[in-house]
């Protein structure tokens, strides 16, 4: 059975998709931009800034099925620029201390014209 993922604390989907699903004890989020949950205006205009609330966003998520980051097995990440890598990294590493798999790569664009996108799997239900 699917149990779909819904907060407020974070920002809800901007298209045909949810926040998350729930399936076996994993749970299956969509990709956070730098969006606020609360005005769903992205936030910030550097990586830094940009990453600082996607990872408020991961939180959120992730705190919505009573887990964290060290739960999450795998990330995939999207920049805009690969020149952002060392910083976005920086920022990352901070959030995902129990190092889950992942892949990360550069795009042309992404939605809303921000500067990152992470999705992540993880463990819940423990």
């Known amino acids: 059975m699917l149990n ?3 907060t407020k ?3 809800a989907a901007i298209g045909p998709y ?12 969509s990709g ?3 969006l606020s949950p609360e005005t769903g205006e992205v936030v910030g205009d550097t990586i830094e800034a940009q990453t ?14 009573n887990a964290d980051f060290t739960d999450v097995v795998k990330t995939t990440c999207f920049l805009a ?8 990294n ?3 590493a901070k959030y995902f201390t129990g190092k889950p ?3 990360c790569v550069a795009v042309k664009d992404l939605p809303k014209g921000v500067l990152c996108e992470v999705e992540c799997i993880a463990a819940v239900g423990k």
């Open 4 to 6: 779909y993922v819904e």
């Open 9 to 11: 604390h974070a920002p």
């Open 18 to 29: 949810s926040q998350g699903i729930v399936v076996n004890n994993l749970a299956f989020f």
């Open 32 to 34: 956070q931009i730098p």
């Open 52 to 65: 600082e609330q996607v990872m408020a966003n991961i939180r959120a998520l992730l705190e919505s099925q």
């Open 81 to 88: 620029d690969i020149a952002d890598f060392a910083a976005f």
């Open 90 to 92: 920086e920022i990352y």
């Open 101 to 103: 798999a992942r892949s």
